[in-house]
């Protein structure tokens, strides 16, 4: 015989106790300590803690709290905490789904033990009868609680369906708050977009507008400043010499103002020249002072051969504004001269009806040294030079013998020994400038044309050399009212 042990209906009873719910707060963490009178009346009330904050306090933490909460959350937070809330709910009802469920097999359980208990029963007399009546009472008292707890189930089965529709609707309400949100709030970015910019055209016009009047205010001002000044020197003379010094001051400033943009100027240029030879397919190596060789070498395989394109090389001023042709620099290397001092070069580079441009990034700079060894060479009547005779009226020289070039205040004198080659004094026949033919020893060489008919490359023991020759040549003839240059006839 199965019996039910009444301590089932205690089990039950506890299950029926809700949970105490995880969002109550409690004023304090301990039960209050009172008394009970008769009737269940409190005998003695619990004293106040000191420790609670007063309602001025509470009120404004709140107020922060809220302030805080309000400004963290927005439209779209309520919309997601909606759809979270619909979701539970969906999840609540499913899980009523199953305690309907579980309550039907509980009805049929309890039924059958019922049935087994009538049948055990009318087999049974005595004291097991007892029990087995007290069984079935037991059985029929679960029954009711089974009942009860199934009503209770319906309840909470409506109170969550009904949950679930209005999150449901609360969140269509969202979402639908979220778009008007969503349209309003792009009407206003919009509208203030249009209000920006029509302040902005009645700004501009606006300054436009007070700096012409403020030029013709400044115009009147001088002019009013200036008479004023004329009126004041006419009836004290002595100020004469303050507005000297006002003058000149200006034209420092002026001075130093123009200098400072002709510095920016050609900072600009050597940017500009910069950022034109980086694509270009040819690049241009080797110092750029006084003294070195400028080489064309491509920058990429499929750039095309230098030995079959035409090249020519230019001076361009610092600016950019000028560009002289170097006549017979038409070659991949070009030996720096003195005329080069200061500008930019450039070299054009022709193949297949294409050109191609690189110029220096900045202009020449002089070589180092070069001024304290010219005031040397200027303090002397006569000047020397050893250099080596490469080539005589365009032919190479066969002999590599040493000869003293000798640099003078009226003419210039080639000679071997007792034995003089070429004495000419300057005249405007002559020519003197560097070698353009390319080579090694180009930045130590010099084209030197004595008269028509005759001319010579001579190669110095150094660069330092070569360039203080032609520098020193030059300032000579320019002392005798010759302009000694290359065939560009440009010193």
């Not at 709140?62 to 809330?85: C, G, M, P, W, Y």
């Not at 087995?132 to 009503?151: D, F, H, N, P, R």
């Not at 606006?206 to 009013?224: F, T």
């Not at 400028?294 to 990429?300: A, F």
Request: hydrophobic share 35%.
């Amino acid at each position: 015989m199965t019996k039910v042990s009444p301590e089932f209906e205690d089990e039950a009873q506890k299950e029926a106790v809700l949970s105490v719910s995880a969002d109550v707060s409690f004023i304090s963490d301990r039960f209050p300590k009172y008394k009970l009178g008769p009737d269940n009346q409190i005998v003695e009330e619990p004293k106040p803690d000191t420790n609670v904050p007063s309602l001025k306090e509470v009120v404004a933490q709140e107020t922060a709290e809220l302030t805080e909460q309000h400004k963290r959350l927005s439209v779209r937070d309520l919309a997601s905490k909606f759809d979270k809330n619909l979701a539970a709910a969906a999840k609540l009802s499913d899980e009523a789904k199953l305690k309907d469920v579980a309550s039907l097999e509980g009805h049929v359980l309890l039924k059958k033990l019922r049935d087994a208990l009538e049948s055990l029963r009318g087999r049974l007399a005595g004291r097991n009868k007892e029990d087995v009546e007290k069984a079935i009472s037991m059985v029929e008292a679960l029954a009711v609680k089974l009942t009860q707890k199934e009503g209770e189930l319906i309840q909470e089965k409506f109170e969550v369906k009904k949950l679930a529709n209005f999150l449901k609707q609360a969140s269509e309400d969202a979402k639908r708050l979220v778009n008007q949100e969503r349209s309003f709030a792009c009407a206003e970015i919009e509208s203030a977009r249009a209000v920006v910019q029509r302040f902005g055209e009645a700004l501009d016009e606006e300054e436009k507008l007070s700096q012409s009047h403020g030029k013709q205010d400044i115009e009147k001002l001088i002019e009013e400043v200036q008479e004023a000044r004329r009126i004041r020197m006419m009836h004290q003379p002595s100020k004469v010499t303050d507005m000297e010094h006002e003058l000149q001051a200006l034209r420092i400033r002026i001075r130093e103002k123009a200098i400072f943009s002709v510095k920016l100027q050609r900072e600009l240029a050597i940017g500009k020249r910069a950022e034109a030879n980086r694509f270009s397919s040819y690049k241009l190596d080797g110092a750029q002072k006084l003294g070195s060789c400028l080489r064309i070498q491509p920058r990429c395989d499929d750039a095309p051969d230098l030995s079959k394109c035409w090249i020519q090389w230019y001076r361009v001023s610092a600016e950019g504004s000028k560009k002289e042709v170097i006549s017979g620099a038409n070659k991949s290397v070009y030996a720096l001269e003195p005329l080069d001092v200061g500008k930019c070069l450039q070299a054009d580079i022709i193949s297949d009806e294409q050109t191609v441009s690189v110029t220096t990034a900045y202009p020449i700079e002089p070589a180092a040294g070069l001024t304290s060894y010219m005031d040397s060479l200027l303090r002397k009547a006569n000047t020397e030079f050893n250099v080596v005779v490469s080539q005589m009226n365009g032919q190479d020289h066969s002999s590599h013998s040493t000869h003293v070039f000798h640099v003078g205040k009226m003419r210039m004198k080639l000679c071997r020994g007792w034995m003089t080659k070429s004495r000419e004094s300057y005249s405007s026949s002559m020519q003197l400038f560097g070698y353009r033919g390319g080579g090694n020893a180009a930045a130590k060489s010099l084209f030197w044309q004595a008269r028509k008919g005759l001319s010579f490359v001579l190669k110095f023991e150094s660069e330092r050399e070569r360039n203080g020759a032609i520098i020193l040549a030059r300032k000579c003839a320019l002392d005798c009212n010759v302009v000694l240059a290359g065939p560009d006839g440009q010193v």
